[in-house]
């Protein structure tokens, strides 16, 4: 069993085309032989927001502290620490920070079939 | 999209065998149609617990509130809000609350297979 706060994992910026002051935490992923689904920590500067994007997979996201606006298809809405989001497979999503402070959420993907 | 706050989902005893002062909300599960895996929020009660068992499946928890013993067979662990747990398929555990507040978790598993 592995018992670690999510700061004492390695943060990274996210260079992925299309965002913003994003950096990013790999919570549980490869080095636990996590096979099924991996759990990331993003952290979105004032200002910042992640890419645009649709892909094939879903996201499961807990919002931790900041707000901001989850966007997709259907229009903006408003996300505050405590909220639920699921993107489901090929809905195009895009995360804003809106606020002063960092937008911190752990977002879950299936585990991409070359990670393990 | 679904955006949608924690306390608004439904929460239920958990009468499994073996948990104390245990109770559930499915946040992302059947009813979104989330094939791969699940996310759950679990309170345990002041000297509450979850049951000590095995199964087949890992488990990903955040934990959000409170604190308390994440118990295996290699020892007790003491969480606290932001620590981040991988419990391997196949390892015993069991979670308790050892303070006067509710200790609170997200935990994902494995889509059951008969889940969707």
């Known amino acids: 069993m592995k018992v670690q706060s999510i700061e004492s ?4 910026n996210m260079d992925m085309e299309g965002a913003s002051q994003v950096k990013m935490r790999m919570l549980i992923g490869p080095q636990e032989k996590a096979s099924n689904f991996h759990m990331r920590h993003f952290e979105v500067g004032p200002e910042g927001h992640t890419p645009s994007h649709t892909h094939d997979y879903e996201h499961e996201i807990l919002v931790i ?5 989850a966007k997709s298809e259907q229009g903006d809405r408003s996300i505050a620490p405590g909220d639920v989001v699921f993107v489901p ?22 585990a991409p079939s070359d990670s393990a």
């Open 9 to 12: 994992h390695e943060q990274n």
């Open 65 to 69: 502290s900041g707000s901001g606006l």
């Open 89 to 110: 497979p090929d809905e195009k999503h895009q995360f804003v920070n809106t606020g002063d402070e960092p937008l911190r959420f752990i977002c879950l993907i299936p």
